[in-house]
């Protein structure tokens, strides 16, 4: 099964910052669209950010202080996280052609999506 890998997470106080990295297999990175969703405890899972062929996209909590970006000669999706607040606090997951209104160039049957990495925020 494809698995893409996330990496990166941890503790930090509030305030602080973390990347995240995700290994994209070859043949589906820069193919389809590509992101970062999360769950908190208790909660469904949401939307973060994406990147849509040359269109990034955040969710509205996140806008300014998140970042994400992606490494062509890596396979690499980045998720640059600053001014980390304890509502941040998480498991983070990569994904690749999830469709929906994150990806309006298209959704191809393909639900790529990796295991997760936890962020904890501490106040």
């Known amino acids: 099964q494809v698995q893409l890998v996330e990496s990166g997470g941890g503790s930090v106080q509030a305030g602080g910052s973390l990347r995240l990295s995700c ?3 070859g043949y589906i990175y820069g193919t389809y669209c590509m992101g970062w969703f999360r769950r908190a405890r208790g909660k469904e ?3 973060v950010a994406a990147i849509d062929g040359g269109r990034i996209s955040y969710a509205d909590s996140v806008k300014g202080r998140f970042t994400i970006s992606k490494d062509n000669a890596k396979n690499t999706l980045y998720l640059q996280m600053n001014n980390l607040a304890p509502e941040d606090t998480a498991m983070y997951y990569c994904a690749a052609d999830f469709g929906g209104s994150w990806c309006p160039g298209g959704y191809y049957g393909g639900d790529y999506w990796g295991k997760g990495t936890e962020v904890t925020i501490s106040s």
Do not use: Q, T
Request: net charge neutral.
């Open 23 to 25: 290994a994209v297999p």
């Open 45 to 47: 899972r949401e939307g």
